[in-house]
Every structure is written in structure tokens, then in C-alpha cells.
């Protein structure tokens, strides 16, 4: 098939390609509007205590922000948390809602939450 092939098969169907095309727009932009939206975000925080002068104080430091950061981890999703939140951005959910879809995590000696 060379080019005046292709452009007579599309003169003959350009009523199907077209009625096609439309089907195919109006749908997905059907599925679009109806979709109920969701939105997802992630963040990854260090925390850290200030320098010590010597390595006893820095490894006391380590272990008192490891155990800050678990909990850290329990305070985010907490409903103290998340009535701030409603209320902040006037969600139509009430705390114990959004808090069930509000997780932290912490990596296992890490001071990463």
C-alpha cells in the first residue's frame, strides 16, 4: 500500500473514523468528570538533634531522636493531628476519617520518617 491507498480508505471512512473519534472522546471524558479525585503525597523528613561535642553526646543524640521519630510516626496520623487539618483546609471528613488514611512510616535504626 502506498499513500493514495491510505488516503482512500480514510476518504471512503472518514464518517466512522470520526463518529469513532468522538465516541472515544466523549467517553473518556465521561470517566473523567464522574471519577471521584484522589490525591496522594509522600515525604520523607531527617530529624536530627544539634552537633554534640563529643561522640558519647552524639551517640545519645542518635538513640533520643530514633525514639522521637517513632513517635513522631503514631503523632501524625493521631486525631489531634487531623482535626487541624479538617478544619485547616475544610474537608468534608471528620478527623477519625482523614486519620484513617494518613500513614507514617519509620525505617528501623534510622532517624528517617
Known sequence: MDLRDYLRVLSRRWRAITVLALLGTAVGALITYTANPEYRATAKLFVSVREGSDTLQLAQ?????????????????????????????????????????????????????
Do not use: C, K, W
Open 61 to 113: 543524640g542518635n538513640v533520643f531522636t530514633q525514639a522521637r521519630v517513632r513517635s513522631y510516626a503514631e503523632v501524625a496520623a493521631s486525631p489531634l493531628v487531623s482535626r487541624h487539618v479538617v478544619e485547616a483546609l475544610d474537608l468534608d471528613m471528620t478527623p477519625h476519617q482523614l486519620s484513617r488514611r494518613i500513614s507514617a512510616t519509620t525505617q528501623p535504626d534510622t532517624v528517617l520518617l
